[in-house]
C-alpha cells in the first residue's frame, strides 16, 4: 500500500508540472475551501535541514512531501540566504541573516505576533537546553535577547511524532524544528541509517502536517503552514544564496504553503526566507516588516494563499 501511495502522489505530481490538476478529496491537505483569509488565526512554520530542491521535489524517498507539492502550493525558485544552518533560521524570523552561535539583539516575528511558541523536537527543557539530536543553531528563539524571559515559557520541547496532539499550534505564530533525526540531517542514534534520512523526514513532516490538518481551524481556512527547508546540501560557508544571479544548487531549496484554502499552483518567482517572513508578518495582520523582507517579495499573490 505504501507504493502504491508513492506511485499516486508522484503521478498526481507528474498531472500538475503538465498543467493538469488533479482532482481534490476530501482528505487533501488543499483545495478544500473557495478562498483564503486576510489574516489567519495560525501560521506554523516547519524548518527541514539541508536538502536541496533537486533532491526533494520528484524524489520517490519523499512521498508525503511530493503530495503537498503537487496538491498545495509549491515555490520553484526559493533560496536560502547563505551557509551554514544558523543564519538561515535568523533571516527566516528577523529578516537578518545573524551569524552562528551569535545571539541578536534585532526584533523578531515572535515580538511581533499576539503569541508564539516554538516547538524543539528533543530540546532537554525550555528555551535551548541541550540534549541528543537537539541543535541550538536550530532554535531561533533561543538566540534573541529581546524575548529572553518569554523564551523560557514558549521555546518548549516538542516530543516525538508519535505525541500528535502535542504539536497542534495554539499560538499565533508557531516554529517547528524536528530533531536531527526527523529533518534529514541524521546521526549516529537515531534509528536506522543515514540512507534513510530522507524517508525519516518524510514520515515525521506525514505525521506533524496531518496532525495540523485534522484541527477544526485548519479545515476552517483559519491555519497556514510553510514548509521549507534551512539550505541545500553541500554549499559553503558564507556564501550569498540571496543572490538571484546564484545558480549554485545548495542555495535552491523547496518551500510549500499548506492551508485549506490554497489551490495547487508552482511559482517560479525568486523568493527567499525574507519574502517568507514578510509573508508570514502579512497573513498574520502584521503591516511592519523586518530588515530584508521589508524589501522582499511577498509570496501571498504567487502562492495564493
Known sequence: MRLVGVVIG?????AMAGGVSPAVAASDPCGLATATPTTYAHVVVIMEENLSYNNAIGSVKAP?????????????????????????YMAATSGVA??????SSNTSIYQQASSWNDLEESMGGNCGATATHYKRGHDPAYWYTPIASACKLSDVPMPASDAGATRLPTAAFTFITPNTCHDHHWETGCSGSSSLSVQAMDTWLSGTVQSIQATADYRAGNTLVIVTFDEGQAGKTGENCADPANSDPSCHIATIA?????????DATFYTHYSMLRS??????IT??????ATAADMRPGMGF
Open 258 to 266: 499548506v492551508a485549506a484554502g490554497v489551490h495547487p499552483v508552482h
Open 10 to 14: 508522484l503521478i498526481a505530481f507528474a
Open 288 to 293: 511592519t516588516y523586518l530588515g530584508n523582507a
Open 98 to 103: 545573524t551569524g552562528t552561535s551569535v545571539h
Open 64 to 88: 508525503y512531501l511530493n503530495q503537498l507539492a503537487s496538491q498545495c502550493a509549491l515555490a520553484t525558485n526559493f533560496h536560502n540566504e547563505t551557509h551554514g544552518s544558523q543564519p538561515n
Open 280 to 285: 508570514v508578518e502579512e497573513a498574520l495582520g
